[in-house]
């Protein structure tokens, strides 16, 4: 059984490992903020409210993104594990997180922290504009989120270094060499 998180930066390759240890380890990887992109795909009610924050990089309030990730950890695949990409992101979500957590008496078995320089994040988001076509990697919308992540997440990851979960890996490799390191951490789980 795998409850994982995965954090760090955008661009750094979050949904690109969760994708590889989803598959390895038979969990599913689950994306808040792909979450979002189908609802504004669809043209939801939720879709419309939430356009013009992703747009721009802003965070979604916690409200809502907590009330989006209960209802999808809740579904019968992600009783046996879960692979986290882009959740929690505040220090309100990690509150919320486990609280949900502790009401279905489970914990959280690891929490990777995928790091690279703003430079490989800067270049790879600028790639993945012309590739992906997503609205929010416009040269202005990334420097947004990179200091978003900056005030927001980064200080916030401690909080799980204190509980003593956090694996460090580096994300500046190839996605194979990444998912490897990830996957000699994940055996000693
Ligand atoms: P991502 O695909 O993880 O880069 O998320 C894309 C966008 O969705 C982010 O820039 C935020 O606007 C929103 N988002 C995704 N996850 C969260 C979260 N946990 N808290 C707040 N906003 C989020």
Known sequence: MFRIILMGPPGVGKGTQARLLSSTLSVPAISTGDMFRRQIRDQTALGRELQALIDT?????????TAVLADRL????????FILDGYPRTRAQIGDL???LSEASIGIDRVFVLAASRATL??????????????????DVVLRRLQ???????PIVEEYGRRG???????????ERVAEDMMRAVGRI
């Open 165 to 175: 979960l956090i694996v460090e890996i580096s994300g500046e490799g190839a996605p």
């Open 57 to 65: 990089g802003e965070y979604v309030p916690d409200d809502i993104t």
């Open 74 to 81: 809740a579904a019968a695949d992600a009783q046996l594990g």
């Open 98 to 100: 486990d609280k949900l």
């Open 122 to 139: 800067i270049s790879r988001l600028t790639d993945r504009a012309t590739t992906d076509g997503r609205s929010d990697d416009s040269p």
């Open 148 to 154: 978003i992540y900056e005030r927001e997440t980064a």
